[in-house]
């Protein structure tokens, strides 16, 4: 008999393992390829991030609703997943611009859309088999990761380690990635564009994926309106000691994501049926690991700057990569308080509420950040989005409080 916690471990694993892999990628690129290379890798990785945010707000929220419902047929999945198809061409046009604005060559461009083609793809369907055969997802990941991880060690073997390769292997390692999801979802996706049903999606995407899709937009331009403020304004190269502070808490960003995709089904179901003990369960479950995993991270971290000779940045750079990674550490440190609370809010259909927080946030820290970017520097732009989480924090938590007491109230009346 599996003890409890095996399919919430199961999760962490796969998606700890696809950290793993990145990291290594940006390492490598970090420590042999140039600041330009690695700042406009970074940035890729945050624009196909939002693709796979805007990908989960309008439809993966919405799926998740109609997966909850004890009958759904096939050519209601299809509509889904040929809805996906469809919003991934605008995400990878987007993607291409934004390479040719960094300077990228068109083969780099053309790679990067590709990687973020496949991602979305595999990140939808690995949304799907979440919930429905967790199993496929943990093989997805592992596959991914592994291919990411072997042709990382093959480049850096043969001293080969550049952009365009990087980005190449990505690529691949996501196709087969979608693959590895297994035939269930291979046979939804490959018939999509067949006879779909289009009724849930319009139904799902106006009831949850608006207000989603502009909480996800309003908190991409609070998190990480900065990246794309600093590459184009001042260069990737500007935007390289944030990127590689960003990096080495990336850990933390994803292993939190994992454990908040697997909480969120728990949370969606324990609120529909008004069972507080579930509720209050999964949500203080992913509190206390969101804190463990950044305290774990900061501590890595520490090690590093303490040994000197890791060579990721020039000694000449030391004092000002310290304010950067203390500035970071404390950003994480409310992303981390933040994301319970979000989480539960976004299973409880609160979407219209997180998208006006998120929004408040961002027309802060957009003109914030531009300012201090022309005016002080890349650096100095950390502390506008220090004070934008400080804005999302508050209200969050306030929310929070609200909804465990509805829950709760509602859980009396039912016994």
């Keep these: 008999m599996r003890w409890p916690g095996w399919h919430r471990s199961q999760s962490i694993i796969g998606t700890a393992s696809l950290a793993v892999a990145n990291l290594v990628f940006s390492l490598l690129l970090l420590r042999y390829g140039s600041a330009a290379e690695f700042g406009s890798f ?83 369907g690995r949304h799907y088999c979440l919930s429905t055969q967790p199993e496929s997802t943990v093989n997805s990941d592992l596959t991914t990761s592994a291919l990411m991880l072997s042709s990382a060690i093959l480049l850096w073997s043969q001293e080969q380690v550049s952009l365009l390769s990087a980005l190449q292997f990505c690529a691949v390692a996501q196709a087969v990635g979608v693959l590895a999801l297994g035939k269930r979802h291979f046979g939804l996706l490959a018939n999509s564009p067949f006879n779909p049903q289009w009724r849930h999606v319009r139904v799902g995407v106006k009831r949850q994926g608006r207000p989603a899709f502009v909480g996800a937009l309003s908190l991409e331009a609070t998190a990480n309106g900065h990246s794309y403020l600093i590459s184009l304004l001042a260069g990737p190269a500007a935007f390289a ?31 529909f049926h008004s069972i507080y003990a579930d509720v209050y369960q999964s949500y203080t479950q992913l509190r206390q690991w969101a804190l463990l995993s950044w305290f774990a991270n900061l501590l890595l971290v520490a090690a590093l700057v303490v040994w000197g000779e890791h060579g990721l940045w020039r000694q000449s750079e030391q004092s000002s990569m310290y304010l950067v990674l203390m500035l970071w550490s404390a950003i994480m440190l409310i992303r981390s308080v933040r994301l319970a609370p979000a989480t539960l809010l976004q299973a409880s259909d609160q979407f219209a509420l997180l998208a006006r927080i998120c929004t408040l946030a961002a027309m802060f820290a957009l003109p914030a950040v531009a300012l201090l970017v022309v005016f002080s520097g890349a650096v100095s732009s950390l ?27 509602k859980a009396e009346h039912r016994a």
């Design 42 to 124: 970074a940035m890729l990785q945050i624009s196909q991030g939002l693709a796979f945010g805007v990908s989960n707000a309008l439809l993966g929220a919405p799926l998740l609703l109609f997966l909850k419902h004890p009958v759904h047929t096939d050519a209601g999945l299809r509509g889904f997943f040929a809805a996906n198809l469809i919003l991934i061409l605008p995400c990878v046009l987007v993607q291409g611009a934004i390479a040719l604005a960094l300077g990228l060559q068109s083969s780099e461009a053309f790679w990067a859309m590709l990687m973020l083609c496949f991602g979305v793809i595999r990140w939808f």
């Design 241 to 271: 000691p944030i990127a590689a502070a960003a990096l080495l808490f990336r850990p933390t960003l994803v292993l939190q994501g994992a454990m908040a995709m697997y909480e969120r089904p728990l949370l969606v179901r324990g609120v």
């Design 383 to 409: 502390w506008a989005l220090l004070v934008a989480e400080l804005i999302i924090l508050y209200p969050l938590l306030s929310g929070c409080r609200q909804q465990l007491a509805s829950t709760a109230k």
